[in-house]
């Protein structure tokens, strides 16, 4: 892939700089501090350049800190915005929640102000004309049968528009075709991109929000044979359900890890990160999850996570006991940033273990949703302070 050594220029906003790492547990490393991949270059005025590495792109080269950012998916949308530099992003893709900055003081990003892109639009790309595009181009050719826009594409956009960066299958460690791919754990990938923007140090702090948040929960989780059996899904058409592994490597499942949940499908090898395989309702049924969780259910807009509540209509689901318990709820999104993560985090400690940590609530009409503050497991002011750079 030809992309190392693509130059990005962009407006005069120089931070600190620094690597990612990882210790090896999944998501409890790469706070920025240490890692193999390095960041060139100086802030002096008569260097602003540096370059970033990240697998499979390469290294990218950076004149200055890019300001206009065109980001398909929400983990990239929320990284600019973990960082202070959300007015970068010029253009993103559709669907983008918005419900847990409203619960950060002073923090505020509108969709609806920047353009709408799909992943092969090259018109829009030509026309938002950025300085650099957080996206893997490997998506193109893992699901080539679905995008009119191959390599010869993505090396017509690299010369004449902007670079891409990226790394999109360290979500759920699937297999790319391509040697040497490597998979980076979430707060890995989070390291990666802000060393684009020069705001280590931004991370580093949100990190350390993210550890206490950890410590705290897995300081009080109940003993293991105490914990209910969870089933994390996506219900496809009515009835069934496409399961997902809990414990699995990707960045996708990182707001679960920390949790020690006992997942019913722990064992099982149909699963969206094998082959794809669904259960119906009456297999479903014999697993009989304690608790269900909709992937992708943020703000219970989600028209699957609307059927998947119709399951208390059903003569075969209401059987189930996590709707007889009333223990369906809309989860979290795999393509979480550094914030989301926080809040995601919350967000299932809660909805599985509620009388450790509260109930979560119910969703507001316009998809948000209120926790009191004496109920909340991290500081929301903190986590402001430090997107508005009061580090």
């Not at 140090?201 to 989780?221: G, I, P, T």
């Not at 499908?265 to 697993?287: H, K, N, P, Q, V």
Request: with cysteine; aromatic share 12%.
């Amino acid at each position: 892939m030809k992309y190392g050594g693509a130059v990005v220029g962009g407006g005069l906003l120089a931070g600190c700089t620094g690597d990612s790492g990882s210790d090896g547990s999944g998501d409890n490393g790469g706070d920025g501090s240490s890692d193999s991949t390095t960041t060139e270059g100086t802030d002096t005025p008569e260097d602003t350049s540096y370059s970033v590495t990240i697998s499979p792109i390469g290294t990218v080269e950076f004149e200055e800190v890019p300001n206009r950012v065109l980001a398909y998916n929400n983990h990239y949308v929320d990284m600019a915005v973990a960082y202070g530099h959300g007015e970068a992003i010029e253009a993103m893709g559709d669907n983008f929640y918005t419900g847990y900055y409203e619960q950060l003081p002073g923090i505020e990003f509108d969709p609806s102000t920047r353009v709408t892109v799909g992943h092969d639009d090259k018109e829009i790309i030509y026309q938002v004309d950025p300085d650099l595009i957080l996206h893997d181009p490997t998506w193109y050719y893992v699901y080539s049968e679905y995008f009119d826009f191959g390599e010869d594409d993505v090396e017509e956009i690299t010369e004449n528009v902007a670079p891409y960066f990226g790394n999109r299958f360290s979500r759920a460690h699937t297999d790319t075709g391509i040697e040497d791919y490597e998979y980076y754990t979430a707060w890995e990938l989070y390291a990666k991109v802000a060393q684009v923007f020069r705001e280590t140090e931004r991370l580093q702090k949100l990190k350390q929000v993210r550890d206490e948040l950890v410590a705290h929960v897995e300081s009080n989780l109940p003993p293991e044979e105490e914990r209910p059996t969870v089933g994390l899904v996506v219900m496809n058409d009515w009835a069934e359900f496409s399961p997902y592994k809990i414990d699995n490597e990707g960045f996708g499942v990182s707001h679960y890890r920390p949790l020690g949940v006992r997942d019913v499908f722990a064992e099982s090898d149909r699963t969206y990160e094998s082959d794809g395989g669904t259960y119906d309702l009456e297999a479903m049924l014999e697993l009989d999850p304690d608790v269900l969780i909709h992937n992708f259910g943020t703000g219970g807009f989600d028209e699957r996570y609307q059927s998947m509540l119709e399951l208390k209509d059903d003569s075969v689901g209401s059987e189930l006991s996590a709707v007889q318990n009333d223990r369906l709820y809309g989860g979290g999104d795999s393509m979480q940033g550094p914030i989301w993560n926080l809040f995601q985090i919350e967000m299932a400690a809660k909805q599985i273990y509620p009388e450790q940590f509260g109930a979560f609530p119910t969703y507001n009409d316009d998809g948000t949703y209120d926790i009191p503050e004496d109920e909340q497991l991290f500081d929301r002011q903190r986590v402001a302070d430090i997107i508005n750079g009061d580090i």
